[in-house]
């Protein structure tokens, strides 16, 4: 016997073929509330968290409403992928510099989307429904935001469009994680001899600097936001980030997102200060036992004693004697090249964001250009790092964007 589904204005609940399988869509703040406490029973990414994701979706101008799809086998949920309906300008980049934009109703669904029973199965039936949705002109292209290269959910995603919606564009990217050992020491004993010279050098020349000594403080509560987002905007408008329009600044987005990390006590926030004067910061969220970094940045002044490298060597020293009582198993990095990333990951995650385009004009079109842009990039990407130029040109664009700061 097939599961009953029962249509309402502002849901649809999309009846299978299969026998026992009922597919649902939540479109309402109203009913992902109601599906409260099911979400919460399903462990997962601070990004699918129900009141993250509320906030994201909340605070975000270009969302107009929750698609979360909800599977159901037998009468119980089993699993569901979590999104929401976007009216973006999506930007087509080549490196740093955009080449156009071009507006789009997306189905984006976030970084860890996928909660409950992910088995092949389950993802094969949620991939459905997001085609369906395509198809019926809900969007015009579902962005699945970073999704591990060996899980279900994205090897469905590649395999089931066709040939006129498949993301053709593939492009991996590395995920950097630094999985926390029991002692700093471990930390300094897997870099090379010459790295952990250099860097104890200019630590103890950051030391020295009049005006100190260095003092790191940890707010944590929403009473301490003010200082946060004074000191912190105090380095931030200096740095090449900004230039780039990224990273941290005191906006109504960032207010949002670090005023709910305070509220759940997942706030860490990260302040080097010489004396009175803050020179650099690493903000992020505890969530469960991992620590995400958010935003991370130094004043360009003290660049050569390595103020930001300083504050978290500290703050990774912290988390290894767990003095403040925190218990962190790993540091999510994030995605990209930096030094840092470098010097601290210890385990790499191979993802890649998917695109499902939608069988219309539209979106043909925005397939045209994310493949086009895409080759592009990497040609360009491939040259530049044959030629060895690729890691100088990259810091002599940030030194310039943090000198026009």
């Not at 592009?376 to 530049?384: F, H, M, N, Q, T």
């Amino acid at each position: 016997m097939t599961a009953e589904c029962v249509d309402s204005e502002s849901t649809l609940l999309a009846e299978t073929t299969e026998a026992n399988v009922c597919v649902r869509v939540l479109r309402s703040v109203a009913e992902v509330e109601h599906e409260r406490a099911l979400w919460e029973t399903w462990p997962g990414h601070r990004d699918s968290d129900i009141d993250f994701y509320l906030m994201i979706l909340k605070s975000t101008p270009e969302a107009q409403r929750p698609h979360v799809v909800v599977l159901y086998l037998n009468h119980r949920p089993e699993a569901m992928l979590i999104g929401r309906l976007e009216q973006q300008r999506l930007a087509f980049k080549l490196g740093y510099v955009g080449l156009f934009r071009r507006s789009a109703r997306c189905l984006t669904f976030v970084h860890g989307a996928n909660r409950g029973n992910a088995t092949p199965e389950n993802c094969e039936i949620l991939v459905r429904e997001v085609l369906r949705s395509l198809k019926q002109g809900e969007a015009d292209v579902a962005i699945f935001e970073p999704l591990p290269m060996d899980s279900p959910l994205l090897h469905q995603v590649l395999r089931m469009p066709s040939i006129l919606s498949r993301d053709a564009a593939q492009q991996p990217q590395e995920h950097n994680f630094m999985v926390l050992p029991g002692s700093i020491d471990e930390v300094y004993a897997r870099m090379s001899h010459d790295r952990r010279k250099d860097m104890r050098r200019k630590f103890k020349k950051f030391e020295a600097i009049p005006g100190g000594p260095p003092n790191i403080v940890c707010y944590r509560r929403e009473c301490d936001l003010p200082r946060v987002f004074s000191d912190a905007e105090e380095v931030a408008k200096k740095t090449y980030q900004r230039g780039l329009r990224v990273g941290f600044a005191d906006s109504a987005g960032v207010r949002k997102r670090l005023e709910l990390a305070a509220r759940k006590g997942w706030l860490r926030a990260y302040l080097l200060y010489l004396g009175d004067r803050p020179c650099a910061f690493w903000i992020g969220m505890l969530y469960g036992d991992s620590f995400v970094g958010e935003y991370v940045g130094y004043d360009p002044e003290f660049r050569l004693h390595s103020p930001g490298m300083f504050l978290m060597m500290r703050v990774i020293e912290r988390f290894c004697r767990r003095p403040d009582g925190d218990v962190v198993r790993e540091l999510d990095l994030g995605f990209g090249q930096a030094e840092y990333k470098s010097t601290l990951c210890n385990h790499l995650a191979h993802e890649r964001i998917a695109f499902v385009f939608a069988p219309t004009w539209n979106g043909v079109v925005l397939k045209f250009f994310r493949s086009t842009t895409t080759v592009l990039d990497k040609a360009a990407r491939k040259a530049l790092t044959s030629a060895k130029v690729l890691p100088r040109l990259k810091r002599a664009w940030r030194d310039h964007l943090a000198r026009r700061r």
